[in-house]
């Protein structure tokens, strides 16, 4: 079986897909039709590459993206909880 290539810039939209897109590796990978693993080797690689051309005093790219996904699970968190919360509201509020 031959294996198969993918050019530069549909790498760099999958990564941007993952990083600013805000969608996960299994989201992208079903999107896309490549493997997860190797969703992942290429976004770390982008994320090497952006460490290394970034400038001394700078935070690091792969500090911001874990930053990123934790602000995004918080925030997935406190929605789910909001939710809850209003379906709590209509029930104790309905007199009957």
């Known amino acids: 079986m031959q294996r198969r290539r993918y050019r530069a810039e549909f790498k760099n ?4 897909m993952l990083l600013i897109g805000g969608l996960s590796v299994k989201e992208v990978s079903s999107q896309l039709g490549v493997d997860e693993g190797r969703l992942y080797a290429w976004k770390a690689k982008h994320l090497d590459n952006l460490e290394a051309a970034s400038p001394e005093g700078v935070e690091s790219p792969k500090a911001l993206a874990a930053e990123n996904a934790q ?3 918080e925030l997935a968190k406190q929605r789910r909880m909001n ?3 209003k379906k709590a509201v209509g029930y104790f509020s309905n007199p009957e």
């Open 13 to 16: 939209e999958a990564v941007k």
């Open 71 to 73: 602000l995004r699970k």
């Open 83 to 85: 939710e809850i919360l």
